[in-house]
């Protein structure tokens, strides 16, 4: 084992760790930075890929905007500095459960699909030529392209934009 | 010639003729990370006495004078008098995400240090997504604010803390979209490529007027993003005693103010890195010998005289423009400056097809 | 994980310099912690609220509106990553390119507008509304006094 399985290994226990620190965690504002955490430790787990593209965009969308979001929620929300109730005893055995039999599942697949790797060729490109190559595939008109999946994304945006005026704007009149 | 570049290639050389790969290595990362440590203690020393001089002669006063030569001591003893104080926690605080929230917009602000370029080949990491990783890391230290907004337990802290996230949030995106339009001229996000693209004059005046609107946009929109007047309402202080860092003190109000000066550095680096080509001379076209000329004056203090020029002009705001409400702040960025920065891409993007800038 | 050692040397400085970061910055607030003062007096731990005794729990409920601020900034950060996808390859692209994004600009600037329209955007009171009220107001009163026979 080199260096650089060390670090991944560090990594990996470091998302695993704080991802489950933010399901179990009683406090709301700390379940968010929790995952916060877990979400960085991903884009580090990118970045140690050499995917320097795709861990910025983890870093953009999900740390810089999806937090965000979950926290300004927590900010609307009546008594987010008292302790959650601790959840129903059926509830924790069951989500235990999933758990288990999802990484059950994971194993199965892997272990089925243990001839699937990541070979040298496949990553000896310049990440330098692999961003513009995504922005080139993603609006290109051929036949390969995904100019149309793009456009749909404009509308889902679009969607998501109308949705949220509805959710804020349903306020009692007056309501300040 | 004596210049940076030189300096550090030769201990470059050294360190690796003397020691195994490995550990020059590591020698080499140790001495730029204390370099870059050094780099900031010094600047935040060096950008609050500047605040506080700047100030002091804009109201014809004199400023700090008293300690050491024209008051150029103060700041080091007022950090000297911070790191003895008490760091007070107050009742009912979540004592964790208190004391992790300025330690997170500390280390957040020196990580997004490291692809900003100093001098002619003196980068710590020309990492290959150099601006998309300052705008992604950057984004990170408004969770630092709203951390320590509620952590504090108290009033003023989470108002100061609100507004600050929503502030940072809205003008993020009008800082990104004008990093964009200097994006589409270079078609390269490293910045070092950014810097060489702009050998034969700055993109403020090669771009036309896209470039100078983008230019102006992006002043005003880390103006916002730094919690600096006119848009300090964040920690007005007026209204909320120190907004987010109220319940701050000691080494941790210490840190939460150095990181709004090192930030304040970060961003004026990277307006002069985008628009007034970094540590690049002043070139026009092909006027070699203008050029020549230019080139005696060397890098480091070419990139040091826009930052510093730029972070004058954020501070000569703070006494011009009368503090704006928040209400006022956000229109100001959702129905001004979003729609402006997006028509100003597409018209940015019109002119490098057609090929319309130098 | 990578097994070519090449391009892990480009991220062995920055991982270093992460970790020496956060390292001193733990000493240096640890040696504060140190130097600093104790004090443990009648009101040391009180919140500061003006010098008076806190009201009311401190975390406050706020505004849907300043949820809309962090949703919409969602929605236009995904936005602005593809668009940056393209500012890099637009060269190759051309004006089919462009009009691919000018058709997806212009959707959420369309949008924008309609928000603005229908007042999503207008977070606080608006003040000029606020002033013609008043103004209505005060003619009426106006009107009424000098209807009075006296």
């Given at each position: 084992m080199?260096?650089?399985a060390?670090?991944?290994?560090?990594l990996?226990?470091?998302?695993?760790?704080?991802?489950?620190?933010?399901v179990?965690?009683r406090?709301?504002?700390r379940?968010?930075?929790w995952?916060?955490?877990?979400?960085t430790?991903?884009?580090?787990?990118?970045?140690?890929l050499?995917?320097?593209?795709?861990?910025?965009?983890?870093?953009?969308?999900?740390v810089g905007?999806i937090?965000?979001?979950?926290?300004?929620?927590?900010?609307?929300?009546?008594?987010?500095?008292?302790?959650l109730?601790?959840?129903l005893?059926?509830?924790?055995?069951?989500?235990?459960?999933?758990?288990?039999i999802?990484?059950?599942?994971?194993?199965?697949?892997l272990?089925r699909?243990s001839?699937?790797r990541?070979k040298?060729?496949?990553?000896?490109?310049?990440p330098?030529?692999?961003?513009s190559?995504i922005?080139?595939?993603?609006?290109?008109?051929?036949?390969?392209?995904?100019?149309?999946?793009?456009e749909?994304?404009?509308?889902?945006?679009?969607a998501a934009m109308i949705?949220?005026?509805?959710i804020?704007?349903?306020?009692k009149?007056?309501?300040? | 010639?004596l210049?940076?570049?030189?300096?550090?290639?030769?201990?470059?050389?050294?360190?690796?003729?003397?020691?195994?790969?490995?550990?020059?290595l590591?020698?080499?990362?140790?001495i730029?990370g204390?370099c870059?440590?050094?780099?900031f203690?010094?600047?935040?020393?060096?950008l609050?006495?500047?605040?506080r001089?700047v100030?002091?002669?804009m109201q014809?006063r004199?400023?700090?004078?008293?300690?050491?030569?024209?008051?150029a001591l103060?700041t080091?003893a007022?950090?000297?008098?911070?790191?003895?104080?008490?760091?007070?926690?107050?009742?009912?605080?979540?004592?964790?995400?208190?004391?992790?929230?300025?330690?997170?917009?500390?280390v957040?602000?020196?990580?997004?240090?490291v692809?900003?370029a100093?001098?002619?080949?003196?980068?710590?990491?020309?990492?290959?997504i150099?601006?998309?990783?300052?705008?992604?890391?950057s984004s990170?230290?408004v969770?630092?604010?709203l951390?320590a907004g509620w952590a504090?337990?108290?009033k003023?802290?989470l108002?100061?803390?609100?507004?600050?996230?929503?502030?940072?949030?809205?003008?993020?995106?009008?800082?990104?979209?004008?990093?964009?339009?200097?994006?589409?001229?270079?078609?390269?996000?490293?910045?070092?490529?950014?810097?060489?693209?702009?050998?034969?004059?700055?993109?403020l005046?090669?771009?036309?007027?896209p470039?100078?609107?983008?230019?102006v946009?992006?002043?005003?929109?880390?103006t916002?993003?730094t919690?600096?007047?006119?848009?300090?309402?964040?920690?007005?202080?007026?209204?909320?005693?120190a907004?987010?860092?109220?319940?701050?003190?000691?080494?941790?109000?210490?840190l939460?103010?150095l990181a709004?000066?090192?930030?304040?550095?970060?961003?004026?680096?990277?307006?002069a890195?985008?628009?007034?080509g970094?540590?690049?001379?002043?070139?026009i076209?092909?006027?070699?010998?203008?050029n020549?000329?230019m080139?005696?004056?060397?890098?480091?203090?070419w990139?040091?005289g826009k930052?510093?020029?730029?972070?004058?002009?954020i501070?000569?705001f703070?006494?011009?423009?009368?503090?704006?409400?928040?209400?006022?702040?956000?229109?100001?960025?959702?129905?001004?400056?979003?729609p402006l920065?997006?028509?100003?891409?597409?018209?940015?993007?019109?002119?490098s097809?057609?090929?319309w800038?130098? | 994980?990578?097994?070519?050692?090449?391009?892990?040397?480009?991220?062995?400085?920055?991982?270093?310099?992460?970790?020496?970061?956060?390292?001193?910055?733990?000493?240096?607030?640890a040696?504060?912690?140190?130097?600093?003062?104790?004090?443990?007096d009648?009101?040391?731990?009180?919140?500061y609220?003006?010098g008076?005794?806190?009201t009311?729990?401190?975390?406050?409920?706020?505004?849907?509106?300043f949820?809309?601020?962090?949703?919409l900034?969602v929605?236009?950060?995904v936005?602005a990553?593809?668009?940056?996808l393209?500012?890099?390859?637009f060269?190759?692209?051309g004006?089919?390119?462009?009009?691919?994004v000018?058709?997806?600009?212009?959707?959420?600037l369309?949008?924008l507008?309609?928000?603005?329209?229908?007042?999503?955007?207008s977070?606080?009171?608006?003040?000029?509304?606020i002033?013609?009220?008043?103004?209505?107001?005060?003619?009426?009163s106006?009107?009424m006094?000098?209807?009075?026979p006296?």
């Amino acid at each position: 084992m080199n260096a650089s399985a060390v670090v991944f290994y560090i990594l990996s226990a470091f998302i695993l760790a704080t991802g489950l620190l933010a399901v179990t965690s009683r406090k709301i504002f700390r379940t968010a930075i929790w995952l916060l955490f877990s979400l960085t430790g991903v884009a580090g787990l990118y970045f140690w890929l050499g995917m320097q593209f795709i861990a910025a965009v983890q870093v953009v969308v999900y740390v810089g905007g999806i937090v965000v979001l979950i926290i300004f929620s927590i900010f609307l929300t009546q008594q987010s500095g008292k302790d959650l109730p601790s959840p129903l005893r059926r509830r924790t055995v069951f989500s235990a459960l999933a758990a288990c039999i999802g990484f059950a599942l994971t194993c199965l697949l892997l272990s089925r699909y243990s001839s699937f790797r990541v070979k040298e060729s496949d990553y000896d490109f310049a990440p330098d030529m692999s961003i513009s190559a995504i922005g080139n595939q993603l609006l290109s008109t051929s036949e390969h392209g995904y100019v149309l999946p793009f456009e749909v994304i404009s509308i889902l945006l679009l969607a998501a934009m109308i949705g949220c005026i509805v959710i804020a704007m349903k306020s009692k009149p007056g309501d300040k | 010639m004596l210049s940076i570049e030189n300096i550090t290639h030769s201990i470059d050389v050294w360190l690796y003729g003397t020691f195994n790969p490995t550990a020059a290595l590591l020698l080499e990362s140790l001495i730029v990370g204390l370099c870059a440590i050094t780099l900031f203690a010094v600047l935040g020393l060096v950008l609050v006495l500047m605040e506080r001089k700047v100030s002091a002669y804009m109201q014809i006063r004199l400023g700090p004078n008293r300690v050491g030569p024209g008051g150029a001591l103060q700041t080091v003893a007022d950090t000297l008098k911070l790191a003895m104080k008490e760091g007070l926690t107050p009742d009912g605080a979540d004592k964790f995400l208190f004391n992790l929230a300025p330690f997170m917009v500390i280390v957040v602000a020196m990580l997004i240090l490291v692809p900003v370029a100093f001098a002619k080949g003196t980068q710590i990491w020309d990492i290959n997504i150099g601006v998309l990783y300052i705008s992604a890391v950057s984004s990170l230290s408004v969770i630092g604010i709203l951390m320590a907004g509620w952590a504090s337990n108290n009033k003023y802290s989470l108002l100061g803390a609100m507004r600050s996230g929503a502030q940072i949030v809205s003008y993020e995106l009008s800082a990104g979209l004008s990093i964009i339009s200097i994006v589409t001229l270079t078609g390269s996000l490293r910045i070092s490529d950014i810097i060489d693209s702009q050998q034969d004059g700055w993109w403020l005046f090669k771009g036309h007027i896209p470039a100078m609107i983008s230019f102006v946009i992006f002043i005003i929109a880390v103006t916002a993003e730094t919690n600096r007047a006119p848009f300090d309402l964040a920690e007005a202080e007026s209204e909320l005693t120190a907004g987010f860092h109220t319940e701050y003190s000691g080494m941790k109000f210490a840190l939460f103010f150095l990181a709004e000066y090192v930030n304040i550095f970060i961003v004026c680096a990277i307006a002069a890195t985008l628009f007034l080509g970094g540590w690049m001379p002043l070139h026009i076209g092909h006027w070699t010998a203008f050029n020549h000329a230019m080139d005696y004056i060397p890098s480091s203090l070419w990139f040091i005289g826009k930052t510093f020029f730029l972070i004058f002009v954020i501070m000569w705001f703070r006494w011009t423009f009368p503090r704006l409400r928040i209400d006022q702040l956000l229109s100001l960025e959702w129905k001004y400056l979003l729609p402006l920065s997006l028509f100003n891409l597409l018209l940015m993007t019109l002119i490098s097809i057609k090929g319309w800038h130098f | 994980m990578p097994s070519n050692e090449s391009h892990s040397t480009l991220l062995w400085p920055l991982l270093l310099y992460t970790i020496l970061v956060v390292i001193l910055l733990a000493a240096i607030l640890a040696l504060s912690y140190l130097l600093g003062q104790r004090h443990d007096d009648r009101a040391t731990g009180k919140p500061y609220e003006g010098g008076i005794e806190q009201t009311g729990a401190a975390r406050l409920r706020f505004s849907a509106k300043f949820y809309l601020v962090a949703m919409l900034f969602v929605i236009f950060d995904v936005e602005a990553v593809f668009i940056m996808l393209w500012a890099l390859g637009f060269y190759a692209l051309g004006w089919r390119g462009y009009l691919g994004v000018l058709v997806f600009i212009g959707q959420l600037l369309v949008v924008l507008v309609y928000e603005w329209g229908i007042g999503a955007l207008s977070i606080g009171a608006d003040a000029k509304k606020i002033l013609k009220e008043y103004k209505k107001i005060k003619l009426n009163s106006d009107e009424m006094v000098a209807k009075q026979p006296w």
